[in-house]
């Protein structure tokens, strides 16, 4: 029986292993045998890597095929950094293509590209689902994210009402860069939404066995 992670997105190895899912880039992944990985391409790190190259096309979907990689990510859309949008984009359909013939889920780094983003979503027509992790827009974005099939993943820092207006069933918490505890999240969370913290944690332990697991 594995240990599902509660923490669906952080960039260090949690103190548990196996109660996060480690995000990691295709040169920096070195699974342990009882950790949970995504693999994936960051908008910030698009000139370190030759993504339209064959073999390193070869070696990053083999890296995705990895039994202990649960998703590819953090990919996606950044209007602040100088990578041109068209470039963001072609590389994030890539991505989204290799979670879609992988079976995985896709974890989402979205800033100020929400229209883009469903704009290639409604291209793509992904069955795996795409997730955009580190929200921390207002309610109404995050309501109009959610209507178009998206999940969404609340870390340190968040607007109270977008959480806590959010279906139960397309939500997830993470730690990303912070310092913060998960623990701590979920019962801020948990106090955010209303509900007790175990109650929360059964929700987003079922959207990760559903979303990650399959079941």
């Known amino acids: 029986m594995p240990r599902y992670p509660i923490d669906i997105h952080t960039h260090r190895l949690p103190a548990v292993p196996g109660e996060a899912i480690v995000c990691c880039q295709p040169d920096a ?11 994936g391409i960051h908008p910030w ?39 041109p949008l068209d470039i963001q984009t072609d590389a994030l359909r ?16 979205l800033v100020k590209a929400a229209a883009e983003l469903l704009a290639l979503k409604r291209e793509l027509h992904p069955r795996v689902p795409w997730i955009v992790h580190g929200f921390r827009g207002k309610a ?3 309501q109009d994210l959610v209507r178009h099939g998206l999940y969404l993943s609340f870390g340190a820092h968040y607007q109270e009402e977008a959480l806590r207006r959010m279906p139960a069933d ?14 701590d999240l979920y019962e801020r969370a948990a106090l955010v939404r ?22």
Do not use: M
């Open 29 to 39: 992944f070195c699974p342990q045998e009882d950790g949970w990985y995504a693999v």
């Open 45 to 83: 790190r698009l000139e370190v890597y030759d993504w339209t190259d064959a073999a390193f096309k070869a070696h990053f979907e083999g890296l995705v095929r990895h039994p202990r990689v649960l998703a590819v990510g953090e990919a996606g859309l950044d209007k602040l950094v100088a990578v």
């Open 94 to 109: 890539y991505q989204a293509c290799v979670a879609e013939a992988a079976g995985k889920p896709l974890v989402l780094h």
């Open 140 to 142: 109404q974005l995050a």
């Open 170 to 183: 397309r939500l997830f918490l993470e730690t990303d860069e912070s310092d913060v505890p998960i623990a």
């Open 194 to 215: 209303g509900v007790t913290c175990g109650e929360l944690t059964e929700t987003v332990s079922r959207n990760v066995r559903s979303v990650f697991f399959g079941h």
